[in-house]
């Protein structure tokens, strides 16, 4: 990929920065990344496959918190979300108070380089975190190679990872996942039709740690 600024923690800063401003003045949470649907699938996943509610979630780069929200009103009891931004996680701050939801674990935390207390999860989510990584004009392929490490850290053992991208391809996801993970499900996403060939505008897949 090209790099960009999407890949840069200054942008995510100033973004979620106005994003807070917003919300103080207006109310209005922000862009929902990928949609609505998007959190339904990940939700509806969870379900169909009867994942206790007393499961350990994490939501790695939550933006403005509101998946983690959501999965609390469909009744996740055990809910994390980190940000590198300190901006986002004032958000996602301000919208669980505002949805009444203090149950709800959220800490500035690079990814990247965790903290030692963060380990030991069920389930972890990312939706567009690893493709922002995968923009970053910084060696984002060694940054790659770190989130992957990370999330052999973070996740335990026969633990899920849902992920959603709209940069990579099944296949390519695969790939950069291959040590340490296998690939359980392909979740439905919309397909569009160019010049007689469909395809997905997005990816979602689930992996279990090995």
């Not at 998946?67 to 999965?71: D, F, I, K, P, S």
């Given at each position: 990929f090209s790099p960009s600024v999407l890949g840069t923690r200054e942008h995510w800063d100033a973004a979620?920065?106005?994003e807070l401003q917003t919300f103080q003045d207006i109310g209005d949470t922000g862009e929902i990344w990928f949609g609505e649907e998007s959190m339904v699938r990940i939700i509806r996943w969870l379900e169909k496959h009867k994942v206790p509610h007393d499961s350990s979630v994490l939501d790695i780069g939550t933006g403005n918190g509101v998946?983690?929200?959501?999965?609390a009103k469909s009744g996740y009891m055990n809910l994390t979300g980190i940000d590198y931004s300190p901006s986002a996680i004032q958000l996602s701050e301000k919208v669980r108070e505002k949805e009444g939801m203090s149950n709800i674990k959220l800490k500035v935390e690079d990814f990247l380089?965790?903290?030692a207390e963060l380990s030991g999860f069920d389930i972890c989510i990312d939706k567009g975190t690893f493709d922002a990584i995968s923009l970053d004009p910084s060696d984002a392929a060694g940054k790659r190679k770190l989130y992957v490490g990370s999330l052999c850290r973070v996740l335990k053992?026969?633990?899920?990872f849902l992920i959603t991208s709209c940069n990579w391809t099944k296949e390519e996801l695969l790939n950069e996942f291959r040590e340490g993970f296998e690939i359980l499900e392909e979740l439905p996403t919309p397909k569009?039709?160019?010049g007689g060939r469909i395809g997905n505008s997005v990816t979602a897949l689930v992996f279990q740690r090995k």
């Open positions: 979620y920065e106005r998946l983690l929200v959501e999965l380089a965790p903290s053992p026969e633990g899920f569009f039709c160019f």
